[in-house]
């Protein structure tokens, strides 16, 4: 153990001279990657199935496939798997949490009556644990979602049912953010829409708009509570319309101050990045939550690897220094692998695809863009990719105490042994 931490450090060593030689200081890259607190989504544990109705079906077009064992099946038991995630995942990270997972102590409470008491044991949990918290209204897997409309549903007492769950999640929103310090950011998400051609496209967004601005009515400090709001482009069953389009959102946020738009990476055409967006929204909005994820053909949601898109993303966030003006949350749930595996990896790789960007020489680069050197650019940027990042990434690995390399994957077997194994 010695000897590898011991190998550890003068492969550190070797890596601040490399970095040192193109400007790039690895202390200063440390120690801002530990100021960058990632979102969890609870949703991972359990493959978005949450406590209301257990064993019911997901709604809203989504879908999470694979039956791998040992799904959390309660709050304790996915307090326990995120308490793994969070020991493995060096830093200090926040939890997002859906208002499915209020813990009602079998009692049913209507989603527009849940309050801050259904998630009395998050809160506790966060405050002993120091995680921030996050909130989504639950617009789905319900009856009154059923025929694919809530917040655009043609019949207001439906629409006004989910206006008053969505004005419920953000008072409960608030009142983490009051109890923990740390601003709530809560995420309207809607999968309104519908499979075949419809003859009207407007009527819908009208009453989204109208919806929306029912919900956000109430002022409440945005040191408590901030809100979001999150475009798709389609879902499953939901493929000819959405209602709330990535237009739709953009204009609703730009025109609603201090609304926040959330760009999910993997609710664009496929060939379409969020990369490129942030720069160009981020002149006309305030503050942005990412939905970091993956799509692979039809699906947004697999577990985040190290991919290119997830590099200029974060590229982007330190080139334009907006990590000021942007939460960072994860989106995704594969149900086909080891569930806090998920979580770690897809993490991990955030924090790895921030910490490449960070230790880039960007004034360098910007300024042989700016002499016309594009030969010396492209040069730069691709050595980059073979310098000794790894190096520099386990050493924050060791000074946040978590695992180095696959270290953290004999953690997670031995739990699931212990833990998993017997659910
Ligand atoms: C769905 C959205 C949304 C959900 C979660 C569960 O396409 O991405 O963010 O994944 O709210
Ligand atoms: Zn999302």
Redesign the pocket.
């Known amino acids: 153990m010695a000897s590898h931490a011991g190998a550890a450090e003068a492969a550190y060593e070797h890596a601040c001279e490399r970095y040192a030689a193109l400007g790039v200081d690895t202390e200063a890259a440390l120690e801002r990657l530990s100021r960058v607190s990632l979102s969890l ?1 609870c ?1 991972q544990g359990d493959d ?1 199935g949450g406590f209301e109705n257990p064993g019911g079906a997901l709604g ?3 879908a999470a496939t694979g039956n791998y064992p040992g799904k959390a099946r309660n709050g304790d038991e996915l307090r326990s798997d995120l308490d793994l995630a969070f020991r493995l995942i060096p830093g200090s990270h926040r939890l997002n949490l ?1 208002a499915i997972y209020a813990e009602t102590g079998g009692a049913r409470v209507a989603r527009n009556e849940l309050g801050p008491e259904h998630f009395a044991a998050w809160l506790d949990w966060a405050k002993a644990q120091g995680h921030g918290l996050d909130f ?1 209204p ?1 617009c789905f897997s319900h009856p009154l979602a059923a025929d694919g409309y809530t917040l655009a549903h043609p019949d207001p007492a439906v629409r006004q049912f989910w206006i008053e769950h969505c004005i419920a999640s953000r008072r409960i929103g608030a009142h983490f953010g009051r109890v923990l310090g740390t601003p709530c950011i809560t ?1 309207i ?1 809607v ?1 309104d829409g519908s499979k075949d051609t419809p003859a009207d496209r407007l009527a819908p967004r009208q009453r989204l708009r109208a919806s929306l601005d029912a919900v956000l009515a109430e002022p409440l400090d945005p040191a408590w509570n901030r809100d979001a709001v ?1 475009a ?1 482009l389609f ?1 499953i069953g939901v493929e000819s319309y959405t209602v709330g389009s990535h237009e739709f959102y953009m204009g609703y946020a730009m025109s609603r101050p201090g609304t926040l738009l ?1 760009l ?1 990476a ?2 664009f055409h496929p060939t379409e990045v969020i990369s490129d967006k942030l720069s160009a929204v981020l002149l006309y909005i305030d503050e942005l939550l990412l ?1 970091v ?1 993956r799509g692979v053909r039809w699906d ?2 697999h577990v985040v690897t190290l991919t290119d898109e997830l590099q200029a993303i974060m590229q982007e966030l330190v080139r334009g220094d907006f990590l000021g003006r942007t939460h960072i949350g994860l ?1 995704f ?1 594969d149900a086909s692998i080891n569930r806090v595996a998920a979580w770690v990896i897809g993490a991990r790789n955030a924090q790895r695809a921030l910490l490449l960007a960070l230790l880039e020489p960007t004034a360098r680069l910007r300024e042989l863009e700016r002499t016309g050197d594009n030969t010396g650019r492209l040069a730069l940027m691709e050595e980059l990719k073979g310098l000794p990042w790894g190096a520099v990434w386990d050493q924050f690995c060791l000074r946040h105490d978590a695992p180095v390399g696959m270290a953290f994957l004999d953690a997670i077997r031995s739990y699931e042994a212990k833990v998993l194994a017997q659910r």
């Open positions: 989504h949703w978005v809203g077009g989504i859906h989504n639950t995420n998400w999968p999150e798709k879902g959330c999910d993997g609710h939905h994820s947004s949601d989106d749930f």
